[in-house]
């Protein structure tokens, strides 16, 4: 019979820079950043393995080749590193690949950084370079933008579910409310119900508040095989019990039902279904809100609502610190800001600090399960995974 | 300049032509050879008569690069009346206002320049359905 101990993987450490402008900062100054945070946490842990989750370095710093140019600014030369990009979802697929390598016995220690630079560009180049993860034959090409297809896909679910036109405020409120204490988010104050309201229009029905912001950020997690745990670690370590990956089609209009994320709905499936957990178990859900209606769709497809009730959620606490099933903590995408890439590894050591109980005026009391989701494009790719805080005892 | 990559999609660009499944006669557009209903081979081309409905719709103010000039313009998603969903950007509104379910049919029009000396890329639009029966 196997060890069980020896056969999870476990988080051992935490890094991230705040999210915002970093002008003075380039991409590997910042991945640097997260990475010594992160192995500080694990007595300056030195990993076999490298995945650096990153979507347009090439595009935006001309700069490709990143698992290499990370392993040697990091002083990690030597170590197996590669890039992994999947889009908005490549935090969360480089976590995954992480996983399964310590998994395989190849490895016992890996190191996960999420690492993005958006700000060197202006915003038609980003929106560009945004633009290169959709279909660039029938969809980019006819001027879309990520912007007007959120826009697009809010609208059609507001029409087909007979939502109100303010449906989707309470994620934009509750995200801006936990980002007051976050100290790297990038936008640390509270809105009201009547400043979404009154909000800029970006491509009607889609206002300033129901997109994320995109900015420069770094966020690393360090891995371990549990049968490698280092002796002594300040924090208690965190299992990953559950991880999946799941595509769905490229173009939004190629999806069965544009209103239902299918690779987001299989993904949370196998995922708690390898923690042997149920749905009504996941104590929070840091999901992927880089747009207002892509966290409905995203609570409807992991089954915490009903198909078109994913905005009720928003509108009656049940994801606030306090409520039933808290969501973006610290902030999500919309307040702590999307930094691309790093995005995925931003929402697994907040939930992290979360279940280590390190989340100070953000902490969701008793929390010991998180369900952490990544999405890349119109939901084409999702990753998810499930943290698990076991008790001392190791029971 | 990317000549060849806008050439060899002529057919679906200025006709709308897409395929039809063999085993179980799905229409299906964007092209791409398997059917993405039952999984069969499906090669053989099909005429898509250009007419379907705006399943949603929006604005583009802030364009990608190649589209500022054109900036703000209409953008849809449009379900053909064969079946299939497309994204498109629409055109000839005049001042009619947009609304889910209004009838539209397929135009070319130029859809991106590059530069002055640059490239012109035509393709399809939709414009409200002329001689709409309401």
Request: proline share 5%.
């Given at each position: 019979m196997a060890n069980p101990i020896a056969e999870g993987i476990y988080i051992v450490g935490v890094g991230m820079t705040p999210v915002g402008e970093h002008w003075e900062t380039s991409l590997r100054h910042l991945a640097l950043e997260a990475i010594q945070a992160a192995r500080a946490e694990a007595g300056g842990l030195r990993p076999q393995l490298i995945y650096v989750a990153n979507m347009l370095a090439p595009a935006l710093s001309g700069q490709s080749h990143l698992g290499t140019l990370v392993a040697d600014f990091a002083g990690l030369r030597g170590a197996e590193a590669m890039t992994v990009e999947a889009a908005g979802a490549s935090g969360g697929a480089a976590l995954r690949q992480a996983y399964l390598a310590l998994r395989s016995g190849e490895a016992e220690a890996a190191l996960v950084v999420g690492v993005e630079k958006l700000t060197d560009k202006g915003s038609s180049e980003v929106e560009s370079a945004l633009a290169t993860a959709k279909d660039a034959d029938y969809e980019s090409v006819h001027g879309l933008t990520d912007t007007a297809q959120a826009a697009l896909w809010m609208r059609r679910y507001l029409h087909e579910h007979g939502a109100p036109a303010d449906a989707l405020a309470g994620f934009s409120l509750t995200a801006h409310r936990n980002a007051v204490t976050n100290s790297h988010a990038m936008y640390r104050r509270a809105i009201e119900a009547e400043d979404y309201r009154k909000a800029a229009m970006v491509s009607e029905p889609l206002n300033l508040y129901d997109a994320a912001p995109l900015a420069d950020g770094a966020a690393a997690v360090l891995l371990v095989r549990g049968d490698?745990?280092?002796?002594?670690?300040?924090?208690?370590?965190?299992?990953?019990?559950?991880?999946?990956?799941?595509?769905?089609?490229?173009?939004?209009?190629?999806?069965?039902?544009?209103?239902w994320m299918p690779a987001a709905a299989e993904s949370t499936r196998r995922a708690l279904?390898?923690?042997?957990?149920?749905?009504?178990?996941?104590?929070?859900?840091?999901?992927?809100?880089?747009?207002?209606?892509?966290?409905?769709?995203?609570?409807?497809?992991?089954?915490?609502?009903?198909?078109?009730?994913?905005?009720?959620?928003?509108?009656?606490?049940?994801?606030?610190?306090?409520g039933r099933l808290p969501v973006t903590t610290f902030g999500g995408s919309k307040a702590r800001g999307d930094a691309g890439g790093a995005t995925g590894l931003y929402q697994v050591a907040e939930a992290v600090l979360q279940l280590q109980g390190r989340a100070g005026e953000n902490q969701v009391f008793g929390a010991r399960v998180a369900l952490v989701q990544c999405l890349g494009g119109a939901g084409g790719t999702a990753a998810t995974h499930v943290l698990v805080q076991e008790s001392k005892t190791g029971e | 300049m990317e000549t060849s990559r806008h050439w060899r999609l002529r057919q679906q660009r200025y006709a709308l032509v897409g395929e039809v499944c063999p085993s179980c006669e799905q229409r299906i557009f964007p092209p791409r050879d398997l059917c993405p209903d039952c999984g069969e081979e499906a090669r053989e081309l099909y005429q898509f008569s250009g007419r379907g409905e705006v399943y949603s719709f929006t604005t583009v103010y802030q364009a990608p690069a190649g589209f500022e000039q054109e900036a703000p313009y209409p953008m849809a998603m449009v379900r053909l009346e064969e079946g299939p969903l497309v994204t498109a950007q629409l055109t000839d509104l005049g001042d009619r206002a947009v609304q889910i379910g209004m009838p539209v049919e397929m135009v070319t029009r130029k859809l991106r320049s590059d530069g002055e000396r640059g490239m012109l890329v035509y393709g399809y639009k939709f414009r409200p359905l002329l001689n709409a029966r309401s």
């Amino acid at each position: 019979m196997a060890n069980p101990i020896a056969e999870g993987i476990y988080i051992v450490g935490v890094g991230m820079t705040p999210v915002g402008e970093h002008w003075e900062t380039s991409l590997r100054h910042l991945a640097l950043e997260a990475i010594q945070a992160a192995r500080a946490e694990a007595g300056g842990l030195r990993p076999q393995l490298i995945y650096v989750a990153n979507m347009l370095a090439p595009a935006l710093s001309g700069q490709s080749h990143l698992g290499t140019l990370v392993a040697d600014f990091a002083g990690l030369r030597g170590a197996e590193a590669m890039t992994v990009e999947a889009a908005g979802a490549s935090g969360g697929a480089a976590l995954r690949q992480a996983y399964l390598a310590l998994r395989s016995g190849e490895a016992e220690a890996a190191l996960v950084v999420g690492v993005e630079k958006l700000t060197d560009k202006g915003s038609s180049e980003v929106e560009s370079a945004l633009a290169t993860a959709k279909d660039a034959d029938y969809e980019s090409v006819h001027g879309l933008t990520d912007t007007a297809q959120a826009a697009l896909w809010m609208r059609r679910y507001l029409h087909e579910h007979g939502a109100p036109a303010d449906a989707l405020a309470g994620f934009s409120l509750t995200a801006h409310r936990n980002a007051v204490t976050n100290s790297h988010a990038m936008y640390r104050r509270a809105i009201e119900a009547e400043d979404y309201r009154k909000a800029a229009m970006v491509s009607e029905p889609l206002n300033l508040y129901d997109a994320a912001p995109l900015a420069d950020g770094a966020a690393a997690v360090l891995l371990v095989r549990g049968d490698r745990l280092p002796p002594r670690l300040p924090h208690q370590p965190t299992r990953i019990a559950g991880s999946a990956m799941s595509t769905a089609a490229l173009a939004l209009h190629d999806q069965i039902d544009p209103l239902w994320m299918p690779a987001a709905a299989e993904s949370t499936r196998r995922a708690l279904q390898q923690a042997g957990l149920q749905p009504e178990e996941v104590q929070l859900f840091e999901l992927h809100d880089r747009f207002s209606v892509q966290a409905a769709l995203a609570l409807e497809a992991a089954g915490f609502a009903a198909r078109g009730q994913g905005w009720e959620l928003a509108q009656n606490g049940a994801i606030a610190l306090q409520g039933r099933l808290p969501v973006t903590t610290f902030g999500g995408s919309k307040a702590r800001g999307d930094a691309g890439g790093a995005t995925g590894l931003y929402q697994v050591a907040e939930a992290v600090l979360q279940l280590q109980g390190r989340a100070g005026e953000n902490q969701v009391f008793g929390a010991r399960v998180a369900l952490v989701q990544c999405l890349g494009g119109a939901g084409g790719t999702a990753a998810t995974h499930v943290l698990v805080q076991e008790s001392k005892t190791g029971e | 300049m990317e000549t060849s990559r806008h050439w060899r999609l002529r057919q679906q660009r200025y006709a709308l032509v897409g395929e039809v499944c063999p085993s179980c006669e799905q229409r299906i557009f964007p092209p791409r050879d398997l059917c993405p209903d039952c999984g069969e081979e499906a090669r053989e081309l099909y005429q898509f008569s250009g007419r379907g409905e705006v399943y949603s719709f929006t604005t583009v103010y802030q364009a990608p690069a190649g589209f500022e000039q054109e900036a703000p313009y209409p953008m849809a998603m449009v379900r053909l009346e064969e079946g299939p969903l497309v994204t498109a950007q629409l055109t000839d509104l005049g001042d009619r206002a947009v609304q889910i379910g209004m009838p539209v049919e397929m135009v070319t029009r130029k859809l991106r320049s590059d530069g002055e000396r640059g490239m012109l890329v035509y393709g399809y639009k939709f414009r409200p359905l002329l001689n709409a029966r309401s």
